[in-house]
């Protein structure tokens, strides 16, 4: 297993596109987060799963933005009608454990531009 | 909620220089204490951790240690090498709850 990946690694799309990530965690890890980090900053939390439910949803995540991770493998990250407010870097994570104190292994991200 | 703050940056230090980089946080459980590094162009590495007061966590020099009377997590190396230039997260985690980062402190090691 080579870590946690995700495609693709850049996206530019046009102010109101649709736009769809994929996450790809570490086969055995049975948490995955998804994050957004802007030029600058520390990564800001946007949901997280325990296996295929998802457990928290950021409240700074609008309506527009959905995540899934169904049979609790792979995950994808959807952001309906994009603004430019959404460019930034996307991260996705996982973990191991129940507890939810062990490290997370970061993937290389996303970027999104919205244009 | 939970919280970490970070001492700002940009830090720029000469080579051989001693790196202390501030962490401080508040949480309301027990957290584990991590500080990730992301070098230009990669994506966010572990480099130490701890998961218990004064547990010191240590990698490739680096050491920090988990302060639970000052609520503190500082990283520190004896001599920095241009190598180490790079963006550095200090974040927790309590029970059951997702990853809270630092802002990052950006460091600049000149040769």
């Known amino acids: 297993d080579t870590g946690v990946s995700q495609d693709p690694r850049h996206k530019i799309t046009k102010r109101g596109q649709n736009v769809t990530f994929r996450c790809d965690p570490i086969s055995e890890h049975n948490r995955l987060y998804w994050y957004r980090q802007t030029l600058g900053q520390g990564p800001e939390f946007l949901t997280y799963?325990?296996?295929?439910?998802?457990?928290?949803k950021s409240r700074l995540l609008s309506d527009r933005f959905s995540a899934e991770r169904p049979k609790g493998s792979f995950s994808t990250l959807e952001i309906q009608r994009t603004e430019q407010g959404d460019s930034a870097m996307y991260l996705c994570?996982?973990?191991?454990?129940?507890?939810?104190?062990?490290?997370?292994?970061f993937g290389q991200g996303t970027r999104l531009t919205v244009v | 909620g939970d919280s970490v703050t970070q001492m700002e940056g940009p830090v720029t230090l000469s080579e051989e220089a001693f790196l202390t980089i501030n962490c401080t946080y508040t949480a309301t459980g027990y957290p584990s204490l991590f500080w990730y590094v992301q070098y230009p162009g990669e994506g966010l590495q572990l480099l130490l951790k701890?998961?218990?007061?004064?547990d010191k966590g240590s990698n490739k020099g680096f050491e920090a240690t988990y302060r639970k009377e000052t609520t503190s997590f500082h990283l520190e190396k004896g001599s920095v090498q241009v190598s180490d230039s790079a963006v550095y997260f200090c974040?927790?985690?309590?029970?059951?709850?997702?990853?809270?980062f630092g802002p990052g402190t950006r460091l600049s090691v000149l040769p």
């Open positions: 994570a996982s973990s191991l454990g129940t507890s939810g104190n062990t490290e997370a292994f």
């Open positions: 974040a927790l985690i309590t029970y059951g709850q997702n990853f809270v």
């Open positions: 799963f325990q296996n295929e439910a998802q457990l928290e």
């Open positions: 701890a998961t218990k007061a004064d």
